[in-house]
Each structure stands twice: as C-alpha cells, then as structure tokens.
C-alpha cells in the first residue's frame, strides 16, 4: 500500500500543470541560440548563486522536521554530497564559484551580488516550506526534479557565451541528480495521510512558481520576455 501511495504521489507531481509550465519556461527555450553578453550571463550566475548557497541549510533544516530515520536518511544522502561529503572543496557552492571564475566570471559579482526581489522571495519560501514535514518534502522533491534542467540552462548560457567546453558545475549535477531525484522519491515512501499528499502537492507548486517568477526575472532581463 506504501508504495502505491508514493507512486500517486509522484506521478501528480510530474504531471503537475504547475510543474509543466515551468519545464516550458521561455528562458529553457530561448537560452541555447538567444545572444547573451558577458554581463547577462554574469547576471544569471549571481543570482543563482543565492538558493545553491541556502540549499544545504535549507536540507538540513528539512532532516530535523522529517519523523522517520528513512527519510532523514535519505535527504542526509543529498546533503552529503551537497556539501562535498566529506570535503568543503567538493561542495556544490565552492565548485560553482570556482569553475565560473575559471570561465571568465567575476567572482565577487558571482558571490556577492544583490537579490533580485524574485531571489529573495524564492530563498524566503526555501527556509518556509522546511520548517513542516509535508512542506518540505514538496519542496525537495519540486527542487530536485527540476534541477538538471535549471543547471543545464545555466551551463548552457556559460558555455555559449564564455566558450569553454566543461564545467564541473555543471558535470557534478550530471552525475549526481539521478541520485538525489531517487533520494527525493524515497523520501515519500514512509506514509502520508491524505491530508499530507495535500500538502506536499501544494508546497511543490509554491515551490515552482518562485522558482518560475526567478526564470522570469531574468528572461526580463535579456529580453527573452517583456516585463507583465
């Protein structure tokens, strides 16, 4: 019964016309022929910067609401390596500034720069939806099967514009998403009341309309979009 549970779960997730409507964000349409300038790509990479850099304490938070050692295992999983797994020179955040400095971009522009409100409001609804189990769980799971697709856009506009061929940034997530897509979905599996599936379905959709006013902001920014 736990695992039909699960799987009704998810599907409505992938399914969602929520989650649908921001895979076909114009920016993951346009960012592979649009022409972008060094500094809109340094744009991009500055305010992204924001949620990578909360997203282990937004993970850890998540652990220490989750009820059951199945789940805190799993989400401890994504930590780990979120964080270097045992190295602060594998981290997700220290390999991004590193390999975007390496591209070209300046550093300080790529750590310091101030949040858009659109940032700032995504980074809010991350520390919000971890303090409750089902919220929670909607917003890893919503972050995670949308990662790949956000990073590689990203790398995308790097790679173009900056010409170089890799990225480890971009290489780690490749590597390690399928795991953490599959952590996310374990994490589902200890049993929700009808009520909780609810929930978790709600916090995914918060969690992809910040994320789709972000990709706003910054199509804004280029062009790709007018401003509403």
């Known amino acids: 019964m736990t695992v039909e549970i699960v799987e009704s779960i998810s599907d409505r997730l992938v399914g969602n016309k929520v989650h649908r409507a921001f895979v076909d964000h114009e920016f993951f349409k346009q960012v592979h022929d649009r022409e972008l300038s060094h500094e809109h790509v340094e744009t991009f990479l500055g305010q992204w910067w924001h949620p990578l850099h909360y997203f282990p304490t937004f993970l850890a938070r998540c652990i220490s609401v989750?009820?059951?050692i199945e789940s805190k295992s799993a989400i401890t999983r994504i930590l780990s390596q979120e964080a270097g797994a045992r190295s602060a020179k594998g981290a997700h955040e220290v390999i991004y500034a590193d390999s975007?400095?390496?591209a070209g971009y300046d550093r300080r522009a790529v750590t310091g720069?101030?949040?858009f409100a659109e940032t700032a409001a995504l980074v809010d609804w991350y520390e919000k939806c971890s303090t409750e189990r089902a919220s929670a769980l909607g917003g890893i799971f919503a972050t995670e099967v949308?990662?790949?697709?956000?990073?590689?856009?990203?790398?995308?506009a790097v790679t173009r514009e900056s010409g170089t061929e890799r990225n480890a940034w971009v290489d780690i997530h490749v590597t390690q998403e399928p795991?953490?897509?599959d952590q996310a979905?374990?994490?589902l599996f200890s049993g929700l009341t009808p009520e909780q599936e609810w929930e978790v379905v709600e916090s995914a959709e918060e969690m992809w309309r910040h994320w789709t006013?972000?990709?706003d902001r910054l199509a804004i920014e280029t062009g790709m979009i007018?401003?509403?």
Request: a negative charge.
């Open 66 to 68: 989750l009820p059951d």
């Open 100 to 102: 975007m400095e390496k």
């Open 113 to 115: 720069s101030p949040m």
């Open 146 to 156: 949308t990662d790949l697709l956000m990073v590689s856009a990203i790398g995308e």
């Open 179 to 181: 795991d953490h897509v």
């Open 185 to 187: 979905t374990n994490a």
């Open 213 to 215: 006013a972000f990709f």
């Open 226 to 228: 007018a401003p509403s």
